[in-house]
């Protein structure tokens, strides 16, 4: 719904320190994580397509992103999010 | 009988329709009176007897039943005009926004109106939180179109002053709307226009808020009360109907007679405020009822909200049976798994014992006993029969026994051994609900070994606790096998124990452990038959002129064979420092092979709350067995330790010799002549300022930097000419109690005393007392406190303490209820989380929440301090292996 004029998002945040790296999942790669987690795509965490970073990827409502967080326990962290309208 | 069965699926809420409110009203109430002059109840008043029976005897006239049975019934009151509802009216508000004033259908144009109903659709079955964002889009877009669509009309900005007023803002002028032109408007709206604003036209027609009939509750919901007086008290909501009647009587009055259109018209307003207030007597805009005292009425909404509420004062919480509170009292001699029952509680707290085969022999041992006699019965229910006997009013308890037959619940007293929930408030913890095995003794009081005093953060000066019996044997399994103590002594939160030494314990050890502790064999079997020690002696450390053992020796005997272990003692510090061992000061701790060759055992070893100390080690390496069975044996010896030597303190332990004290008058006189120095130059204002502060600020900080060196210098002066055997030196060193702050305190000053981070300044003008001058910055005038304890304080100092303390106070007092507050919005956000067998974490309704509890799938509990695996341990482990 593009209810909302896109905002223009500058292409600097993907640098910054705390953003941590974020993907748009092939539709092989997301069906793969949605069978390892045993899950219907809804039950997925949820991020808005009006997010600076989802735009910036062109991600739509339906993609699935993997997000690759450093995590001071783990090393690196995988985490999984549905892009949603609104 | 022959009843269908259902499995409910769902529950779907909507607003009650003004047919079905008519359809199961009982009564129509049109008198506001309650009783007729005889006392009999007025037909049709809010006492009508067809609400239901509710005098014992009284036979209902609605469904015949009698008070027990009789379900209630509703009545209806015909509204003269219709009035809005509160609560609804945020949603009428929101339809009126988005639809035509003239067609009342949505202000968006058709083919919109078809796509976004398709995508709320889609969006209900899968991201309902999305649909309510979705909702509110529509809402918004809607309402910001000013000419319809469909029929071209202009609109009007609608203002909407809660609970209740609607204003249109038309040309002509500001003009209110009624609810009469309101329910039309709300009418005519479409079904698929009314689902897209976010209703369910099915459930919940938008014109159905404005209420036209209004439901008079069964008096079940509002039961009169007979005072002994005789008189008849009425409930509240009674009251408010009372006032509602009348109103409504009067404006039907009005409209009979065609009296003034100014009269009807206030009326209406009058009615319609009293049934806002009948919902929400807190409505903002709305007059209050109330009683004739002034008093508030409790209205509909009152009773439901806050936490003495409907929902959670009886519905998430509610008293229970099966329950008990006493003071708590200490006993050392009882495992940590144990608590001490008194025999009176015991006898009637009851566990539904089911009579079988193999103990039906016990149960009739129990009955014989009967209700009065431990370990008795209360109640016996016959399984053929389906009758609960009540022990107390039966004669024959012995011819009951012997009818005892397998099927048969006998409710048995509480016995050694059976498993109860154990709970201190405030509950901030999964530790502060720990299951423990009963131990039936005389007294009043529960009792509670001291060393599970951290997990309930206890204590024996007053404090109560509560015990829980759980009556089912699954209960009784998840209790016994999660919640018992031993299985608690690691915590969940940070990886270390959380039950541990503390106090006594941790100088008990300390005093067992030093290189000084000989003990003779008499001393040694005493020391071990209070662990409960069964075994040999080891060989004396000492053969000659008579066997002695040392302290080390009775430790090790308890520490599993094949640990070895090295860490600092607490007691390593400062002159006593040592970082391996190569130690003179026996302050690095050394076990090989279960021996203790080194080092004390104090805080660091045996405390609470230290994470990877010995015990610690123990309970994560040899299990939570283990180490409940080292807390159950080998600190039981370090408390008799402790009771053979004492462990007192006197007015010489914190006295110094007069050197020393000569030491830190000459220390105190330095500090205020360089801070003299210091005002002298800030007042010719030559003082040099830190950057970034004003004078004044760099003098204060200057002030009070120097005043705490000072205190750190007299410190490190009474530290070192205390004697190292003094008990209270030794309590602060092993971390027992207190610290050298404490005894600085004590023997040399209490120093400077702050109050929100600054030197005391307020008080009178310009100064903090009358003793001192205007405008004296000096040490003594803004809380230096150069005296102590031993010695006492002057006059101005105590002041100064006091004041210093008071903020302590009042910090605590702000600081528990707010992180109270922060807690419970944390635990109702986090509620119903699970962590799943394939280490995700879910909530109640299968949404994913991680996809790897914590990142990384640790169990704190079973971490050395966060590390899952601890590699310098490991390699100390297998190092030392024989």
């Given at each position: 719904m593009p209810s909302r004029a896109r905002r223009r998002v500058s292409k600097k945040i993907l640098e910054h320190e705390l953003v941590p790296k974020h993907e748009v999942l092939s539709f092989e790669e997301a069906v793969e994580v949605l069978r390892r987690l045993g899950i219907p795509p809804n039950r997925l965490p949820a991020i808005s397509v009006n997010d600076p970073i989802v735009q910036l990827l062109g991600a739509k409502p339906g993609d699935i992103i993997r997000i690759i967080r450093k995590s001071p326990t783990a090393g690196e962290a995988e985490y999984y999010r549905i892009v949603v309208a609104f | 009988m022959n009843e269908e069965r259902f499995i409910l699926s769902g529950i779907k809420f909507g607003v009650l329709p003004p047919y079905e409110i008519s359809r199961m009203a009982r009564v129509t109430v049109t008198r506001p009176e309650l009783y007729e002059s005889d006392g009999t109840p007025v037909m049709g008043?809010?006492?009508?007897?067809h609400f239901g029976a509710i005098e014992p005897g009284e036979a209902c006239p609605v469904c015949g039943n009698r008070r027990d049975n009789c379900p209630g019934h509703f009545g209806k009151i015909d509204l003269a005009r219709p009035v809005l509802i509160p609560y609804y009216s945020d949603h009428v508000n929101a339809v009126l926004q988005a639809t035509c004033r003239s067609c009342s259908r949505i202000l968006l144009p058709d083919e919109q109106v078809k796509r976004m109903l398709r995508v709320l659709r889609t969006l209900k079955a899968r991201w309902p939180q999305l649909a309510s964002n979705f909702i509110r889009e529509i809402r918004k877009q809607a309402a910001q179109n000013s000419v319809c669509p469909h029929c071209g009309a202009r609109q009007y900005r609608i203002r909407y002053i809660r609970p209740v007023v609607f204003y249109e803002e038309r040309p002509e002028g500001e003009v209110r709307l009624t609810p009469i032109e309101i329910r039309d408007r709300l009418e005519k709206v479409r079904n698929e226009d009314a689902e897209l604003l976010g209703l369910d036209p099915e459930a919940s027609r938008p014109e159905w808020m404005v209420a036209t009939v209004l439901p008079v509750p069964p008096l079940a919901v509002r039961p009169p009360i007979t005072l002994e007086t005789g008189l008849k008290s009425e409930d509240d909501l009674t009251h408010a109907l009372v006032e509602i009647i009348r109103q409504n009587e009067r404006l039907k009055h009005y409209l009979a007679t065609s009296a003034p259109e100014t009269m009807v018209e206030d009326s209406w307003i009058a009615l319609q405020h009293m049934i806002a207030a009948y919902i929400?007597?807190?409505?903002?805009n709305v007059f209050v009822l109330q009683h004739r005292g002034g008093r508030p009425l409790k209205t509909l909404a009152q009773r439901l909200k806050g936490k003495e509420g409907r929902l959670r004062g009886n519905l998430s919480g509610k008293r229970v049976n099966y329950s008990a509170r006493t003071v708590i009292s200490p006993d050392p001699e009882i495992s940590i798994n144990e608590v001490g029952v008194p025999i009176e509680i015991a006898m009637i707290l009851t566990y539904p014992l089911r009579v079988t085969p193999e103990n039906i022999e016990e149960a009739r041992k129990y009955v014989l006993n009967g209700p009065y006699k431990w370990p008795g019965a209360t109640y016996v229910i016959k399984a053929r029969t389906r009758t609960k006997i009540d022990l107390r009013y039966h004669r024959n308890h012995k011819q009951l026994a012997e009818s005892l037959e397998v099927g048969d619940i006998v409710e048995r007293h509480l016995l050694d051994g059976d498993i109860v929930l154990f709970n201190r408030q405030p509950s901030l913890h999964r530790m502060s609900i720990l299951a423990h095995r009963v131990r039936v003794m005389k007294g009043k009081t529960f009792r509670l070994n001291p060393l599970v005093c951290p997990p309930y953060n206890a204590d024996f000066d007053g404090d109560e606790m509560n015990l829980h019996v759980p009556r089912i044997e699954e209960a009784v399994a998840e209790a016994e096998e999660i919640l018992l103590v031993e299985k608690n002594i690691k915590t969940p939160r940070y990886g270390g124990p959380i039950i541990g030494g503390r106090q006594d314990y941790i100088s008990g050890a300390y005093l067992m452990t030093v290189k000084t502790r000989l003990l003779t064999e008499e001393e040694v079997l005493e020391l071990l038959s209070k662990a409960g020690y069964k075994g040999d002696l080891p060989e004396p450390a000492i053969l000659h002129p008579k066997p002695l053992w040392t302290g080390k020796q009775i430790v090790s005997l308890f520490l599993p064979e094949d640990f070895s272990y090295e860490g600092r003692a607490?007691?390593?510090?400062?002159?006593?420092?040592?970082?391996?061992?190569?130690?003179f000061n026996d302050s690095y701790i050394v076990i090989r092979n279960g021996k203790l060759l080194e080092g004390v055992f104090d805080k660091n070893a045996i405390?609470?709350?230290?994470?990877?100390?010995v015990l610690h080690i123990i309970a994560l390496e040899y299990g939570d067995a283990k180490a409940r069975e080292l807390l159950d044996t080998l600190y039981r010896s370090f408390i008799r330790m402790l009771e053979v030597r004492g462990l007192t303190l006197s007015l010489s332990d914190v006295d110094i010799p007069q050197k020393a004290r000569d030491e830190i008058a000459k220390l105190t006189e330095e500090a205020k002549k360089e801070i003299a120095q210091m005002i002298k130059e800030f007042h010719e204002g030559k003082l040099e300022p830190i950057p970034g502060r004003t004078m004044e600020e760099s003098l204060e900080i200057k002030i009070i930097n120097r005043l705490q060196e000072l205190f750190r210098k007299s410190q490190e002066v009474a530290v070192n000419y205390m004697d190292p055997f003094n008990d209270v030196f030794i309590m602060a060193r092993t971390g027992a109690r207190g610290s050298e702050t404490n005894i600085a305190q004590m023997v040399a000053m209490l120093g400077q005393q702050v109050v929100r981070g600054k030197r005391i300044h307020r008080g009178f003008r310009k100064r903090t007392l009358a003793h001192f001058v205007e405008d004296d910055l000096s040490p003594e005038a803004k809380g230096f406190v150069k005296g102590n304890f031993r010695y006492g304080l002057r006059p101005t100092e105590v002041f100064f303490h006091a004041a210093a303390g008071r903020e302590g106070l009042v910090d605590t007092a702000v600081k528990t209820s707010q992180s109270g507050y922060m807690q419970r919005r944390l635990i109702n956000a986090l509620n119903d989380l699970v962590v799943l067998h394939d280490g995700t974490v879910r909530d109640a309704y299968g949404n994913l929440i991680q996809i790897k509890y914590g990142e990384d799938g640790v169990d704190p509990m079973k971490t050395y301090h966060g590390d899952p695996i601890d590699v310098d341990r490991l390699i100390e482990k297998y190092s030392h292996v024989r």
């Amino acid at each position: 719904m593009p209810s909302r004029a896109r905002r223009r998002v500058s292409k600097k945040i993907l640098e910054h320190e705390l953003v941590p790296k974020h993907e748009v999942l092939s539709f092989e790669e997301a069906v793969e994580v949605l069978r390892r987690l045993g899950i219907p795509p809804n039950r997925l965490p949820a991020i808005s397509v009006n997010d600076p970073i989802v735009q910036l990827l062109g991600a739509k409502p339906g993609d699935i992103i993997r997000i690759i967080r450093k995590s001071p326990t783990a090393g690196e962290a995988e985490y999984y999010r549905i892009v949603v309208a609104f | 009988m022959n009843e269908e069965r259902f499995i409910l699926s769902g529950i779907k809420f909507g607003v009650l329709p003004p047919y079905e409110i008519s359809r199961m009203a009982r009564v129509t109430v049109t008198r506001p009176e309650l009783y007729e002059s005889d006392g009999t109840p007025v037909m049709g008043g809010p006492r009508d007897p067809h609400f239901g029976a509710i005098e014992p005897g009284e036979a209902c006239p609605v469904c015949g039943n009698r008070r027990d049975n009789c379900p209630g019934h509703f009545g209806k009151i015909d509204l003269a005009r219709p009035v809005l509802i509160p609560y609804y009216s945020d949603h009428v508000n929101a339809v009126l926004q988005a639809t035509c004033r003239s067609c009342s259908r949505i202000l968006l144009p058709d083919e919109q109106v078809k796509r976004m109903l398709r995508v709320l659709r889609t969006l209900k079955a899968r991201w309902p939180q999305l649909a309510s964002n979705f909702i509110r889009e529509i809402r918004k877009q809607a309402a910001q179109n000013s000419v319809c669509p469909h029929c071209g009309a202009r609109q009007y900005r609608i203002r909407y002053i809660r609970p209740v007023v609607f204003y249109e803002e038309r040309p002509e002028g500001e003009v209110r709307l009624t609810p009469i032109e309101i329910r039309d408007r709300l009418e005519k709206v479409r079904n698929e226009d009314a689902e897209l604003l976010g209703l369910d036209p099915e459930a919940s027609r938008p014109e159905w808020m404005v209420a036209t009939v209004l439901p008079v509750p069964p008096l079940a919901v509002r039961p009169p009360i007979t005072l002994e007086t005789g008189l008849k008290s009425e409930d509240d909501l009674t009251h408010a109907l009372v006032e509602i009647i009348r109103q409504n009587e009067r404006l039907k009055h009005y409209l009979a007679t065609s009296a003034p259109e100014t009269m009807v018209e206030d009326s209406w307003i009058a009615l319609q405020h009293m049934i806002a207030a009948y919902i929400d007597n807190e409505l903002p805009n709305v007059f209050v009822l109330q009683h004739r005292g002034g008093r508030p009425l409790k209205t509909l909404a009152q009773r439901l909200k806050g936490k003495e509420g409907r929902l959670r004062g009886n519905l998430s919480g509610k008293r229970v049976n099966y329950s008990a509170r006493t003071v708590i009292s200490p006993d050392p001699e009882i495992s940590i798994n144990e608590v001490g029952v008194p025999i009176e509680i015991a006898m009637i707290l009851t566990y539904p014992l089911r009579v079988t085969p193999e103990n039906i022999e016990e149960a009739r041992k129990y009955v014989l006993n009967g209700p009065y006699k431990w370990p008795g019965a209360t109640y016996v229910i016959k399984a053929r029969t389906r009758t609960k006997i009540d022990l107390r009013y039966h004669r024959n308890h012995k011819q009951l026994a012997e009818s005892l037959e397998v099927g048969d619940i006998v409710e048995r007293h509480l016995l050694d051994g059976d498993i109860v929930l154990f709970n201190r408030q405030p509950s901030l913890h999964r530790m502060s609900i720990l299951a423990h095995r009963v131990r039936v003794m005389k007294g009043k009081t529960f009792r509670l070994n001291p060393l599970v005093c951290p997990p309930y953060n206890a204590d024996f000066d007053g404090d109560e606790m509560n015990l829980h019996v759980p009556r089912i044997e699954e209960a009784v399994a998840e209790a016994e096998e999660i919640l018992l103590v031993e299985k608690n002594i690691k915590t969940p939160r940070y990886g270390g124990p959380i039950i541990g030494g503390r106090q006594d314990y941790i100088s008990g050890a300390y005093l067992m452990t030093v290189k000084t502790r000989l003990l003779t064999e008499e001393e040694v079997l005493e020391l071990l038959s209070k662990a409960g020690y069964k075994g040999d002696l080891p060989e004396p450390a000492i053969l000659h002129p008579k066997p002695l053992w040392t302290g080390k020796q009775i430790v090790s005997l308890f520490l599993p064979e094949d640990f070895s272990y090295e860490g600092r003692a607490k007691i390593n510090a400062g002159p006593l420092a040592c970082d391996n061992y190569d130690c003179f000061n026996d302050s690095y701790i050394v076990i090989r092979n279960g021996k203790l060759l080194e080092g004390v055992f104090d805080k660091n070893a045996i405390g609470a709350e230290q994470p990877n100390n010995v015990l610690h080690i123990i309970a994560l390496e040899y299990g939570d067995a283990k180490a409940r069975e080292l807390l159950d044996t080998l600190y039981r010896s370090f408390i008799r330790m402790l009771e053979v030597r004492g462990l007192t303190l006197s007015l010489s332990d914190v006295d110094i010799p007069q050197k020393a004290r000569d030491e830190i008058a000459k220390l105190t006189e330095e500090a205020k002549k360089e801070i003299a120095q210091m005002i002298k130059e800030f007042h010719e204002g030559k003082l040099e300022p830190i950057p970034g502060r004003t004078m004044e600020e760099s003098l204060e900080i200057k002030i009070i930097n120097r005043l705490q060196e000072l205190f750190r210098k007299s410190q490190e002066v009474a530290v070192n000419y205390m004697d190292p055997f003094n008990d209270v030196f030794i309590m602060a060193r092993t971390g027992a109690r207190g610290s050298e702050t404490n005894i600085a305190q004590m023997v040399a000053m209490l120093g400077q005393q702050v109050v929100r981070g600054k030197r005391i300044h307020r008080g009178f003008r310009k100064r903090t007392l009358a003793h001192f001058v205007e405008d004296d910055l000096s040490p003594e005038a803004k809380g230096f406190v150069k005296g102590n304890f031993r010695y006492g304080l002057r006059p101005t100092e105590v002041f100064f303490h006091a004041a210093a303390g008071r903020e302590g106070l009042v910090d605590t007092a702000v600081k528990t209820s707010q992180s109270g507050y922060m807690q419970r919005r944390l635990i109702n956000a986090l509620n119903d989380l699970v962590v799943l067998h394939d280490g995700t974490v879910r909530d109640a309704y299968g949404n994913l929440i991680q996809i790897k509890y914590g990142e990384d799938g640790v169990d704190p509990m079973k971490t050395y301090h966060g590390d899952p695996i601890d590699v310098d341990r490991l390699i100390e482990k297998y190092s030392h292996v024989r």
